[in-house]
């Protein structure tokens, strides 16, 4: 076998990878124990719970998410009466979200406990690596 010079721990759309798996283990047990839910889900539930009324393309164009599982999320929160959809009046392909009640106490139960976590990791690095690192992932993400 040739030898490959690759290092593949050292790529950095792996080590992006490896971060956020490893990051965001922890955080992913909490939804999902406490209220059954799967990543998109949560991530729709914090798009609405911070911007507020929204349609499911908004929501995808901020999150990067694909319209189809933006869509099975919308639908199995709706199921759990996280949320509400109603028709636009003027146009009858769109539908708005809003959190219902329910929907926005566990938003706010997750955000705190969002916060702590983020503050936790934050806490592994200096605050110079901590703004570095956050530009730094903000700007790749941008080139999307």
Same mark, same amino acid.
Do not use: C
């Given at each position: 076998?040739?030898?490959?010079?690759?290092?593949?721990?050292?790529?950095?759309?792996? &080590?992006? $990878?490896?971060?956020?798996?490893?990051?965001?283990?922890?955080?992913?047990?909490?939804?999902? @124990? #406490?209220?059954?839910?799967?990543?998109?889900?949560?991530?729709? &539930?914090?798009?609405?719970? /911070?911007?507020? #009324?929204?349609?499911?393309?908004?929501?995808?164009?901020?999150?990067?998410?694909?319209?189809?599982? /933006?869509?099975?999320?919308?639908?199995? *929160?709706? @199921? +759990?009466?996280? =949320?509400?959809? #109603?028709?636009?009046?003027?146009?009858?392909? *769109?539908?708005?979200?809003? *959190?219902?009640?329910?929907?926005?106490? !566990?938003?706010?139960? =997750?955000?705190?406990?969002?916060? +702590?976590?983020? !503050?936790?990791?934050?806490?592994?690095?200096?605050? +110079?690596? $901590?703004?570095?690192?956050?530009?730094?992932?903000?700007?790749?993400?941008?080139?999307?």
């Amino acid at each position: 076998m040739e030898s490959d010079d690759f290092d593949l721990q050292d790529f950095l759309p792996y &080590l992006l $990878n490896q971060a956020a798996e490893a990051s965001s283990l922890a955080f992913q047990q909490v939804y999902k @124990d #406490r209220y059954g839910m799967l990543r998109t889900e949560w991530r729709v &539930l914090f798009h609405l719970g /911070i911007y507020g #009324r929204m349609t499911a393309r908004e929501i995808g164009q901020r999150s990067k998410m694909h319209k189809t599982k /933006i869509s099975r999320a919308v639908q199995k *929160l709706a @199921d +759990r009466r996280f =949320l509400t959809r #109603r028709p636009d009046d003027d146009d009858r392909r *769109l539908e708005w979200l809003d *959190l219902t009640s329910q929907g926005r106490a !566990a938003y706010r139960d =997750l955000r705190e406990i969002a916060m +702590r976590y983020d !503050a936790g990791l934050s806490d592994k690095l200096t605050a +110079r690596e $901590n703004a570095v690192l956050r530009q730094a992932l903000r700007k790749l993400a941008q080139d999307r």
